[in-house]
């Protein structure tokens, strides 16, 4: 019976693999900020100076001074009040932080003292 099922199997698991691999090539990587990197005036960057299609999969790289910032991915209500919410917020502070986008909506912050009110935050908008 194994014998029998085992080349269905290897077709589905082998389709499987090559989808995945399709969306992998597929995934686009975006420096925030562009040149400028993760710095103030940051906030309008997702929509500046044109829309930027932002996918699942997509890669966003975070490259700052990490001794002056960081990045917090926060939820809404942490965007808001530029606090770090919810309590279990990944905070990154290496200075070239790679973060995977997921479906819906994105909110980055710097935790550092007074950043996020100076406008050193993003939300991005990923569709699947």
Not at 34 to 63: I, M, R, Y
Request: charged share 15%.
């Amino acid at each position: 019976m194994a014998g029998k099922y085992g080349g269905l199997v290897l077709v589905l698991v082998s389709l499987l693999l090559l989808q995945g691999g399709v969306q992998l090539a597929a995934a686009a990587v975006w420096n925030v900020g562009d040149a400028k990197g993760w710095t103030f005036g940051v906030q309008s960057w997702p929509n500046n100076p044109s829309f930027k299609p932002f996918k699942e999969g997509d890669v966003l790289v975070f490259k700052y001074d990490a001794s002056a910032h960081n990045v917090v991915a926060v939820d809404d209500f942490g965007f808001g009040t530029c606090t770090t919410h919810p309590a279990n917020a990944k905070v990154y502070s290496s200075g070239n932080d790679r973060i995977t986008l997921t479906r819906g909506e994105n909110n980055f912050i710097s935790g550092k003292a007074g950043d996020c009110e100076k406008g050193l935050k993003i939300t991005v908008f990923v569709r699947p």
